[in-house]
């Protein structure tokens, strides 16, 4: 499995932005799909956002628009800008990486927003 080690997440103020990072243990050149999913307190883990090796980015609805994923090969680091955040955003955010037919994931970065 890859060793995915998440970092960046912190404090920041309604309105505000932040950027976590997600560095692998590997060549991420050849991993399929890195991406972000969150966990609320007290709520499911949810998709966020990923992105291919084609740099073909998804989003969930509530990142549309205000969080930007992408991924540097030559750093093993894959990336989510989050802009304009909202109470709401607060979660623990987890990277993971598909390749191979099986996920690997990182052990969480908190993003605390707020209001």
């Known amino acids: 499995q890859v060793q995915l080690v998440e970092s960046g997440g912190g404090l920041v103020q309604a309105g505000g932005s932040l950027r976590v990072s997600c560095t692998a243990s590997?060549?991420?050149?050849?991993?399929?799909?890195m991406g972000w999913y969150r966990q609320a307190p007290g709520k499911q883990r949810e998709f966020v956002a990923s992105?291919?090796?084609?740099?073909?980015?998804n989003y969930a609805d509530s990142a549309k628009g205000r969080f930007t994923v992408t991924r540097d090969n030559a750093e093993n680091t894959a990336y989510l800008q989050m802009n304009s955040l909202k109470s709401e955003d607060t979660a623990v955010y987890y990277c993971?990486?598909?390749?191979?037919?099986?996920?690997?994931w990182g052990q969480g970065t908190q993003v605390t927003v707020s209001s």
């Open positions: 993971y990486a598909f390749t191979g037919g099986s996920n690997s």
């Open positions: 992105i291919t090796d084609f740099g073909s980015a």
């Open positions: 590997e060549n991420i050149a050849r991993i399929n799909i």
